[in-house]
DNA sequence: ATCACCATGATGCATGAA
DNA sequence: TTCATGCATCATGGTGAT
């Protein structure tokens, strides 16, 4: 996409009251979960299991973001349809219809009949084809719902000003399509899909058809689903046909997948390099250090987006598409510490010039743990670990190994190896859960202090949580060598130090990264909801005697555009925006919701995204 | 109410054989 | 090329003890 349209289009974007699909989404999770109650970054206080007790909590709550579910369930009434009504809504919102517009259809013909839903979805869609009708439609929406109240409003009224004298149509083209409720990946896809001089009508008809074989699709898993499995009795017979399910399912899809492959999967999927070594990491010979920023990209302030390399498909091409259409750097730390961590990484920064902080860390399972060589067999061959996961592996796996390899053993009646196939179990099971060997048959999951020495942070950094606490924080943190190694090139360009605004920040890796690379933070602003999370980087900010500004936010929500413009006015800009969003909805390890970008928690990089930009057109227009 | 503990697969890529 | 296999993966939700 040509930069210049793609710069229109977030500023355009960056200006709407009603924000498309993504923000839809957005609106939901923060409506349908108490702000209070979700965890966004460590997802622990997890509370609520149901929609059932979602929608409890919904009505019991007094949260601002609450308000606007509020009024709707009080329509709906008894809490049992509020769990069918909202697990409705979200299920069109997920299809890409703005939450406002699912509402009003669902108060208007009631939540019973889905056909008729999407029917008279489509036809607004369809009927609203001008610009003009298309604002008034989500305008009424708005005023009626009394929805968006806040970050964008003032915003708005001038823009729309600028809109209706803008006279790009392609322009006109995008902006409608994001006011009609679809992300802005989307309307950019369609119109390279089909041109910049088509019809608004064909570029709704191309996105709702995606959305429609989207749709089918999950129905017809869900349908066939429910009428091979859920007449099966439950345990082991479910299991079976729902495996038989899943593999017929696969067959089906194999052929046009393949034919994809030859066409067009170029577009959606992004390749990721192998070795994962990104532009480059020390003590290896490669490094590529010229590469041309959009214009839209290059700062200030420079920022720093960081996510699993591991997603469902089309996850990092979304990502990219939002973030200015820089290419990710994918890196595995295992080029930086003893354990893998294959992540993306979209930044700004300048190339030339990186280094890594000192002392270097160890680089191999013996270097940072020299207390299992003494047990570690010869048959073993890890020298490194796998990623560092928020849980960890169970005594009773511990148990179970020790018992394999003590049964192996005395079978032989020597000192001899086990068996090839005990040896296949517990090498596999020790990969599986980063398991490290404390006795002769003995293997046991890493501690949390021995998790915080190969993740770049100090020893005991963590110390006060509860070891779940612990785990989960460093589980889904920085691994700061590689970090910082990316950030070195910051040193010299503010030998005075730094405004940074770091989100989702959990345990604070950004911030740890600043320090040991010696950037002094004057101003910090910590997003993070975790109050756990907070008390560490807070514990940690005091520990190392810091001078600068540390101010905890804990919800991205409340961080409008009058926040940022506050702080910027008072800080005189940021110089870094930094942070990871959640990737609970995108990391391999989840069994249960792993729903991609648009899922409950992974959905807040829209979030990165929106402050992101503020801070762009705040600084910009200042 | 809090915390420790444990069982729970699917996805997408890499690799190699047919 | 096609297919089978191997492999790693910032997790979730339930249960029971305290």
């Not at 803008?166 to 390279?192: N, P, Q, R, W």
């Not at 690379?517 to 980087?537: A, R």
């Not at 001078?547 to 702080?567: Q, Y």
Request: with cysteine; proline share 5%; net charge negative.
């Amino acid at each position: 996409m040509d930069s210049n349209l793609f710069n229109r289009l977030l500023s355009a974007a960056a200006c709407r009251v009603v924000y498309p699909e993504s923000f839809g989404q957005m609106d939901d999770n923060s409506s349908s979960v108490g702000s209070d109650n979700i965890d966004w970054n460590t997802d622990d206080e997890l509370e609520i299991t149901n929609e059932q007790e979602i929608a409890n909590n919904i009505s019991s709550s007094s949260s601002v973001s609450m308000s606007t579910n509020g009024t709707v369930l009080s329509e709906f009434g008894e809490s049992s349809s509020s769990s069918n009504y909202l697990s409705k809504l979200h299920r069109f919102i997920k299809m890409g219809f703005p939450q406002a517009m699912v509402e009003k259809v669902i108060a208007e013909i009631g939540d019973h009949d889905i056909d008729a839903i999407l029917d008279t979805l489509l036809s607004y869609t369809y009927l609203d084809e001008t610009p003009h009708q298309e604002q008034e439609l989500n305008d009424s929406f708005v005023k009626s719902e009394s929805i968006f109240e806040s970050d964008f409003s003032d915003l708005d009224d001038s823009c729309s000003d600028e809109d209706t004298n803008e006279s790009f149509e392609k322009d006109d083209s995008l902006v409608c399509l994001i006011d009609m409720g679809y992300s802005h990946g989307e309307a950019s896809a369609a119109i390279t899909r089909c041109g910049k001089d088509v019809p608004l009508s064909e570029l709704v008809d191309f996105i709702s058809a995606a959305h429609i074989s989207k749709q089918a699709d999950a129905e017809f898993d869900a349908l066939t689903y429910e009428e091979e499995v859920l007449k099966q009795p439950k345990d082991k017979k479910r299991k079976s046909q729902k495996g038989n399910f899943l593999m017929k399912k696969k067959t089906i899809e194999k052929k046009p997948k393949r034919k994809r492959k030859n066409e067009d999967e170029d577009d959606d999927v992004l390749h990721l390099p192998n070795p994962m070594i990104g532009f480059g990491v020390p003590h290896e010979p490669f490094h590529n250090i010229h590469r041309t920023l959009p214009d839209a990209a290059i700062g200030p302030p420079y920022f720093y987006y960081e996510n699993v390399a591991l997603t469902p498909k089309g996850v990092w091409n979304t990502i990219k598409r939002f973030l200015y259409e820089i290419e990710p750097e994918f890196v595995d730390s295992k080029f930086f510490c003893a354990a893998a961590r294959k992540r993306g990484y979209i930044h700004n920064l300048p190339l030339t010039n990186r280094f890594p902080i000192q002392p270097l860390p160890p680089r191999t399972i013996f270097e940072a743990l020299p207390g299992t060589k003494k047990w570690w067999p010869s048959w073993d061959k890890r020298e490194q670990l796998n990623c560092i996961l928020t849980c960890i592996g169970s005594a009773q796996l511990t148990d179970r190994i020790r018992l394999a390899l003590e049964n192996s053993n005395s079978k032989g009646e020597c000192e001899c190896e086990p068996s090839e196939q005990v040896k296949k179990f517990v090498i596999n099971q020790c990969k599986k859960w980063n398991m490290v060997w404390t006795g002769k048959t003995k293997v046991a999951p890493l501690e949390p202090d021995e998790i915080e020495l190969i993740m770049g942070y100090p020893i005991y950094h963590t110390r006060g949580a509860n070891r779940a606490e612990r785990y989960k924080g460093l589980g889904n943190a920085f691994q700061v060598d590689t970090v910082a190694y990316h950030l070195s090139v910051l040193k010299n360009l503010y030998p005075h130090g730094t405004n940074v605004l770091s989100l989702f920040s959990g345990i604070g890796g950004a911030e740890v990264a600043l320090h040991r690379l010696g950037i002094p933070m004057k101003n910090v602003v910590s997003v993070e909801k975790s109050v756990v999370c907070q008390n560490i980087l807070q514990d940690w900010w005091e520990q190392t005697n810091q001078t600068g500004n540390l101010i905890h936010i804990s919800d991205v929500e409340d961080v409008t555009v009058e926040k940022l413009g506050e702080w910027i006015g008072r800080f005189g800009g940021f110089d870094l925006v930094i942070g990871g969003s959640p990737c609970n909805n995108l990391a391999g390890g989840n069994r249960r919701t792993r729903d991609g970008l648009e899922g409950e928690h992974s959905s807040l990089f829209y979030d990165y995204f929106r402050i992101l930009d503020g801070v762009k057109s705040i600084m910009g227009t200042n």
